[in-house]
């Protein structure tokens, strides 16, 4: 039996005797897709359900998104399970730092992970990936995966490529970029840290920011968005998945994610009990950005 029929077997199994014994309300996981070699978000009520189950490599999207916006599911008495990779599982876990969900109103099924496609290869996040096996997990499908060093050994090594180049080229680089794109907002749409119940790009009185797509509003835009995803983001990579136009975004966010980490040595999601640093603030913080 390969180990993407046992790991949809064991994930079937699990999420229908927690419906059955009414441990909790909905199970959100993987079904087969309409393409092949697609899968979608299945949510399942009830134990027949639960039989759409699958996992495989191609389940690359980041379920915790389910677990905010207009998706919440937690106003139900009884925890909502939730199928999620060990490096999805870190969005979870800085929810519950940020106080937007409680981990008693989860159940973390956590799956063992070799690595997902996106597209016709590995997904990019998956090269510098060094979790494998389930963290903080309710209960886990798959067996333990042994360690290694993964093929891209430096997580920030596309960001320092950028950091390289003059101001100049930075600039006609991301100008470049940012004039691709058609303010879809599936960026938004599919980033699961970004759960405001009203954007700043939708606000109207006053307008922070041009809502059309035209030069000057797609940079604030993508500015502002890494900006309030500075110390948040996981890296999911959600964002470079679901552009159409391809715009490497995750960039943004990764670069937002080493300044963090070189100033507090902070990875968010890694340490539910760490505080995130723009939260707090402590006498020995390097205030050299503020002179």
Same mark, same amino acid.
């Given at each position: ?7 949809s077997s064991e994930a079937k199994k699990l999420a229908r005797e927690l419906l059955e014994q ?119 499908? =798959?067996?333990?995966? #042994?360690? +290694?060093? !993964? ?9 320092? @490529? ?63 968005r890494a900006f309030h995803l500075a110390g948040r983001c996981i890296g999911c ?31 968010? =999601?890694?340490?539910? #009990?760490? +505080?995130? !640093? ?9 205030? @050299?950005?503020?002179?």
């Amino acid at each position: 039996m390969s180990n993407d029929i046992k790991q949809s077997s064991e994930a079937k199994k699990l999420a229908r005797e927690l419906l059955e014994q009414g441990k909790v309300s909905a199970v959100i996981g993987y079904a087969e897709g309409t393409l092949k070699g697609r899968v979608q978000t299945l949510i399942a009520r009830n134990p027949l359900d639960a039989e759409k189950f699958i996992f495989n490599e191609y389940c690359v999207n980041n379920l915790a998104v389910y677990l905010t916006k207009s998706y919440r599911l937690l106003k139900s008495d009884k925890p909502v399970a939730v199928f999620l990779k060990p490096c999805d599982i870190r969005t979870v876990t800085a929810l519950i730092q940020e106080h937007q969900i409680k981990r008693e109103d989860i159940f973390i099924i956590g799956m063992s992970c070799q690595g997902v496609r996106n597209g016709n290869g590995l997904s990019g996040k998956c090269r510098a990936c060094r979790m494998h096996n389930p963290q903080y997990s309710d209960a886990v499908i =798959g067996e333990a995966i #042994e360690e +290694k060093e !993964p093929e891209v050994t430096d997580p920030f090594a596309r960001v320092k @490529e950028i950091e390289n180049m003059s101001t100049q080229e930075r600039w006609q680089f991301w100008t470049k970029e940012f004039d691709k794109c058609i303010r879809c907002y599936a960026c938004r749409q599919a980033c699961p840290l970004c759960y405001c119940e009203q954007c700043i790009v939708d606000k109207t009185q006053p307008r922070w920011i041009e809502s059309s797509a035209h030069p000057v509003g797609n940079m604030a835009w993508h500015l502002i968005r890494a900006f309030h995803l500075a110390g948040r983001c996981i890296g999911c990579g959600e964002c470079d998945r679901v552009c159409h136009q391809n715009i490497p975004l995750s960039l943004l966010n990764m670069k937002m994610s080493k300044e963090i980490f070189d100033l507090y040595g902070y990875r968010s =999601g890694v340490d539910p #009990e760490a +505080k995130p !640093p723009l939260t707090e603030f402590k006498m020995e913080d390097n205030e @050299e950005f503020i002179r």
